[in-house]
């Protein structure tokens, strides 16, 4: 019996999946597109709805094309954009605001004050990062600093690939490059998030998914509703991916330290 695995990848300009079975073989492919919100000059947001709608379709229509039966389709990996911020969600899971995503530049003044408060090097030391609007943690502070009525009803930040999968197996958790890539409040060495940046930065520990996987670790299986909704059998075991750019590594065959592409 013939094996197969999804992966999907949620992109700045759309969200790709493709079937491919243990040998590397594509079997079907799927792109649904959509655009970028700018409200001003410089500013780069998106409804995360939007992302899982096409997480969805996605994986439908290449399923749907495949000729595979749902029985043979041993797991799902869902990769994603720099999201930035993260998606900001309430205490019913449901978003607060639009995700600012990685090509936003708002929180200049937000970055300005990391420098003059915490400093270049007390973030590098322990996150392994620098400083920059493009890092996720600038972004969280924006909204901190100038929407007091959003930030008062944030239960959780989520990034893009992590929101998605909790909407196909109510799982919450973060893999390791996405949490990594938020920049100053990850403790690179520790491997968790960092309790001192945190609170240097007044921002509450339990904003941060408590869950940290490897990106090849299963989150969730997928629900019965949603299983039903993509034509896939329930239960079907959901990979935490991670974020494009590194996730991109493996596709070039880079597999472990040392390690470099033909």
């Known amino acids: 019996m013939e094996k197969y695995l999804i992966g999907t990848d949620i992109g700045t300009s759309g969200t790709k999946t493709i079937i491919m079975d243990t040998k590397g073989k594509l079997i079907s492919s799927d792109l649904q597109e959509y655009g970028v919100l700018t409200p001003k000059a410089l500013w780069a947001e998106q409804w995360p709805d939007i992302w899982v709608e096409a997480v969805k379709r996605s994986i439908k229509n290449a399923f749907d094309n495949s000729g595979c039966n749902p029985a043979d389709i041993k797991g799902i990996c869902i990769s994603g954009l720099y999201g930035g911020s993260g998606i900001p969600v309430d205490k019913n899971m449901e978003p607060v605001r639009p995700c600012i995503i990685w090509m936003d530049r708002r929180a200049s003044k937000q970055e300005k004050w990391v420098l003059e408060h915490i400093g270049r090097e007390k973030i590098y030391k322990i996150t392994h990062n620098g400083t920059d ?125 040392g390690c470099y592409a033909a």
């Open 133 to 257: 609007p493009y890092y996720g943690y600038t972004k969280i502070l924006w909204i901190k600093d100038n929407e007091p009525e959003n930030w008062a009803k944030i239960k959780l930040f989520l990034p893009p690939n992590a929101y998605a999968i909790y909407k196909l197996t109510n799982k919450v958790a973060v893999d390791y490059s996405s949490a990594g890539n938020i920049g100053g409040i990850f403790d690179a060495e520790k491997l968790t998030w960092s309790s001192e940046m945190l609170d240097d930065m007044g921002i509450p520990c339990s904003m941060m998914p408590e869950r940290i996987v490897e990106s090849s670790d299963i989150v969730g299986e997928l629900t019965a509703q949603t299983a039903g909704e993509l034509g896939l059998k329930a239960g079907t075991p959901v990979f935490a991916g991670g974020v494009d750019c590194v996730v991109a590594t493996l596709g070039l065959g880079i597999f472990e330290p």
